[in-house]
């Protein structure tokens, strides 16, 4: 058994705070994401988002002023890796019913902001982008 990581810390503490647009928390999918990698080394990568949307149409036009969110991800993170499999850690976009999802790798399966929920741990079968952000 391997010994828990930031990665654990991250979603232990995240399972429990459910979906919110926007919000100094990590409350949408994409401000998940912003959480993990600020935690791990890219100091302000929410910055951007937070609290400058309240719902999802607010949310839907700041990522189009920005060209969607794999072209906001692109520009903080560089462009996503392609050719590999996703390691623990990365995070990823997934798209979604004309959105993006943003989703973070635990090694074997990826981990999503769900409603009340908080988080939901998901197999997806489509493709998925992908970034690496010095993790594993």
């Not at 937070?50 to 072209?71: D, K, M, Q």
């Amino acid at each position: 058994m391997r010994e828990t990581d930031a990665l654990d810390d991250y979603l232990s503490e995240e399972r429990n705070h459910p979906f919110e647009w926007s919000s100094r928390r990590n409350g949408d999918c994409q401000l998940f994401l912003a959480g993990w990698v600020e935690r791990i080394g890219w100091p302000g990568a929410g910055l951007p988002w937070r609290n400058r949307y309240s719902n999802e149409n607010e949310a839907r036009i700041l990522l189009g002023e920005r060209g969607g969110a794999v072209s906001a991800w692109c520009d903080l993170l560089g462009p996503p890796r392609m050719g590999s499999a996703a390691r623990r850690g990365d995070v990823g976009q997934m798209a979604v019913d004309g959105w993006h999802l943003g989703m973070i790798c635990t090694g074997t399966m990826w981990v999503i902001r769900a409603g009340e929920g908080g988080i939901r741990f998901v197999r997806p079968r489509t493709e998925i982008i992908v970034w690496d952000v010095g993790f594993s």
